[in-house]
Protein backbone atom coordinates (compact mmCIF):
# COMPACT_ATOMS: atom_id res chain seq x y z
CA UNK A 1 0.00 0.00 0.00
CA UNK A 2 1.27 3.58 -0.53
CA UNK A 3 1.91 6.28 1.55
CA UNK A 4 1.90 8.98 -0.61
CA UNK A 5 -1.47 11.49 -0.57
CA UNK A 6 -2.96 11.73 -3.71
CA UNK A 7 -6.57 14.20 -4.96
CA UNK A 8 -8.35 13.49 -8.04
CA UNK A 9 -8.29 16.48 -10.86
CA UNK A 10 -9.52 16.50 -14.51
CA UNK A 11 -7.35 17.06 -17.30
CA UNK A 12 -8.31 20.46 -19.05
CA UNK A 13 -7.66 18.75 -22.35
CA UNK A 14 -8.65 15.16 -22.80
CA UNK A 15 -11.31 14.94 -19.25
CA UNK A 16 -9.35 11.75 -17.74
CA UNK A 17 -9.65 12.15 -14.00
CA UNK A 18 -6.14 12.32 -12.74
CA UNK A 19 -4.32 10.93 -9.62
CA UNK A 20 -1.73 13.55 -8.49
CA UNK A 21 0.23 13.42 -5.67
CA UNK A 22 -0.67 16.36 -2.98
CA UNK A 23 3.10 16.84 -2.86
CA UNK A 24 2.76 18.61 -6.73
CA UNK A 25 0.10 21.18 -5.60
CA UNK A 26 0.75 24.26 -7.73
CA UNK A 27 3.15 22.54 -9.99
CA UNK A 28 2.46 22.32 -13.62
CA UNK A 29 1.79 18.33 -14.58
CA UNK A 30 1.39 16.69 -17.71
CA UNK A 31 -1.41 14.26 -18.30
CA UNK A 32 -0.30 10.90 -18.82
CA UNK A 33 -2.95 10.04 -21.63
CA UNK A 34 -2.71 13.20 -23.54
CA UNK A 35 0.08 14.85 -22.76
CA UNK A 36 -1.92 17.81 -21.94
CA UNK A 37 -0.47 20.44 -19.37
CA UNK A 38 -2.32 21.51 -16.47
CA UNK A 39 -1.62 23.19 -12.77
CA UNK A 40 -2.04 21.04 -10.29
CA UNK A 41 -5.02 22.53 -7.84
CA UNK A 42 -7.06 20.84 -5.52
CA UNK A 43 -9.72 23.47 -6.01
CA UNK A 44 -12.74 23.38 -8.05
CA UNK A 45 -11.74 23.67 -11.77
CA UNK A 46 -14.30 26.51 -12.62
CA UNK A 47 -11.77 28.87 -9.71
CA UNK A 48 -8.74 27.80 -12.53
CA UNK A 49 -8.17 29.81 -15.90
CA UNK A 50 -9.37 27.14 -18.54
CA UNK A 51 -6.59 27.18 -21.83
CA UNK A 52 -8.79 23.76 -22.17
CA UNK A 53 -9.66 24.88 -25.81
CA UNK A 54 -6.42 25.84 -27.28
CA UNK A 55 -4.16 22.74 -25.12
CA UNK A 56 -6.77 20.29 -27.09
CA UNK A 57 -6.05 22.23 -30.63
CA UNK A 58 -2.48 22.00 -29.59
CA UNK A 59 -2.80 18.27 -28.83
CA UNK A 60 -5.22 17.66 -32.15
CA UNK A 61 -1.84 19.27 -34.12
CA UNK A 62 0.77 17.42 -32.95
CA UNK A 63 -1.32 14.00 -33.26
CA UNK A 64 -1.86 14.94 -37.29
CA UNK A 65 2.01 16.10 -37.57
CA UNK A 66 2.74 12.39 -36.00
CA UNK A 67 -0.08 10.74 -38.30
CA UNK A 68 1.87 12.31 -41.63
CA UNK A 69 4.88 11.68 -40.86
CA UNK A 70 3.83 8.14 -40.48
CA UNK A 71 1.85 7.81 -43.54
CA UNK A 72 5.35 9.84 -45.06
CA UNK A 73 7.45 6.31 -44.03
CA UNK A 74 8.26 3.82 -46.38
CA UNK A 75 6.91 0.42 -45.69
Do not use: W
Amino acid sequence: MSDTADFVQECPTCGRRLHIRVEYLGRVVCCNHCKGKLLASDQPQEAMPSDSGIGLIMRAEELLELAEQRKARPR
